[in-house]
């Protein structure tokens, strides 16, 4: 099944403990990106990869990190976790830019205290 | 930069009646995508119709039918024989067609649905 996968779903952490959310696809898409999730402001994007070891800043990169080694995984890394980082996390895939639909994972639910 | 707005934040329906949620979008773009998410209270983003700014033709999909009006930068979405399974959060989303560079999804803000049996 053609599908995005994130990980974990769920995560409370307290503030400064690094942490990674991992995404996958199995479609071959070449272009992921990153998206939070905030109340009254719909979807943002973190980070953006066109293809592997090929990444860059949407619009709201501060405190976050990503890295593409492989063309299926596209890890966000939060190296000091702080609570406005309290959000919904999205990874989207697609084959290309502007080509066709990017597919969604199932979301993480990320709270810092 | 491309914006999309939705201005009512929250609609309701009778069950088996029709509903249309708005969305407008700024872009001096010629080719692009546009889109209708939902997203049921399990928070995953499922796509419900898709619109090429190329096809004068509005997309249909099932019940869910839009209606693309690329001079006045218009695309509601009509849902028809509202089902209780319909109630979910819709957000509109603007995707530029460049195919060379970053081209995220720019969303609206969203418009909360709510079907009433």
């Known amino acids: 099944e053609a599908q995005v996968t994130q990980n974990p779903r769920y995560l409370i952490t307290v503030t400064g403990k690094k942490l990674t959310v991992t995404c996958s696809q199995n479609m071959n898409h070449e272009y992921m990106s990153w998206y939070r999730q905030d109340p009254g402001l719909g979807l943002r994007q973190i980070y953006y990869s066109m293809n592997v070891e090929v990444t860059d800043k949407g619009d709201v990169p501060e405190g976050y990190k990503v890295s593409r080694k492989e063309k299926r995984n596209f890890p966000l890394i939060l190296e000091s976790p702080s609570p406005n980082q309290t959000s919904l996390y999205f990874c989207?895939?697609?084959?290309?830019?502007?080509?066709?639909?990017?597919?969604f994972g199932p979301g993480t639910r990320l709270t810092v205290l | 930069a491309q914006t999309v707005t939705q201005s009512q934040p929250e609609m309701s329906v009778q069950e088996a009646e029709t509903v249309t949620l708005s969305c407008t979008y700024d872009t001096s773009e010629s080719d692009y995508y546009l889109f209708w998410y939902k997203q049921p209270p399990s928070r995953q983003m499922i796509l419900v119709i898709r619109?090429?700014?190329?096809?004068?033709q509005n997309a249909t999909e099932n019940r869910f039918s839009v209606n693309f009006q690329k001079a006045a930068k218009s695309f509601s979405l009509k849902i028809s024989d509202s089902q209780l399974g319909d109630a979910a959060m819709y957000f509109c989303a603007y995707r530029s067609a460049y195919i060379k560079g970053n081209t995220p999804l720019v969303f609206g803000k969203g418009t909360r649905l709510s079907v009433i049996a």
């Open positions: 619109q090429e700014a190329y096809k004068q």
């Open positions: 989207a895939s697609s084959y290309l830019p502007g080509l066709d639909t990017q597919y």
